[in-house]
């Protein structure tokens, strides 16, 4: 982050390296598997990403995100196989609607069910829970920035508001 961005909400795995940043912790999500409805795994509620292994997958275009595309990268990697890429997206939700028409798998975190149609299925990652978390990041220098405490003060208060439903 440089001084031009007083505040992001972003996930927190793209800042391990940035120095003096201030974080607030906003949510955090499962990553999924998600599958056609006609994929013989659509049915299972949870499954290894390891299983997965021989499967094609749909994935960002690394020159649109490399981040999105690092992470199942990253991911796969820890399991001990690499991905093997048949489509790269220029949207999420072309990678959606490349998975909906069974061209391939790809991973993605739980949210991003909201953006599915009911033909997509999102089947949980074993270890995956709680991995992909969004925070607000700010440079340390900025903590008394007024705006910045106002907009910290409604996270807080919708994430409060989030708690008790």
């Not at 793209?14 to 598997?33: G, H, Q, S």
């Not at 960002?60 to 796969?76: G, N, Q, V």
Request: charged letters at 25%; proline letters at 3%; glycine letters at 2%.
């Amino acid at each position: 982050m440089d001084d031009v961005v007083d505040i992001a909400l972003i996930p927190d795995k793209e800042l391990e390296t940035v120095p003096n940043l201030m974080r607030k912790f906003i949510f955090a999500d499962d990553m999924c598997l998600a599958v056609s409805k006609d994929h013989e795994m659509a049915n299972m509620p949870m499954v290894d990403l390891y299983d997965v292994k021989d499967e094609f997958f749909i994935q960002m275009d690394p020159k649109i995100s490399i981040r999105d595309h690092k992470l199942i990268t990253t991911m796969c990697v820890e399991q001990d196989f690499t991905p093997q890429v048949i489509y790269e997206a220029n949207t999420l939700i072309n990678v959606l609607m490349m998975v909906e028409c069974d061209m391939g798998v790809s991973i993605l975190a739980s949210h991003m069910r909201h953006f599915a149609t009911q033909n997509v299925k999102f089947i949980k990652l074993k270890g995956y829970e709680n991995y992909f978390k969004v925070v607000a990041a700010w440079k340390q220098h900025n903590n008394q920035d007024h705006n910045i405490n106002r907009l910290l003060d409604v996270i807080e208060k919708c994430s409060d508001d989030i708690g008790k439903n």
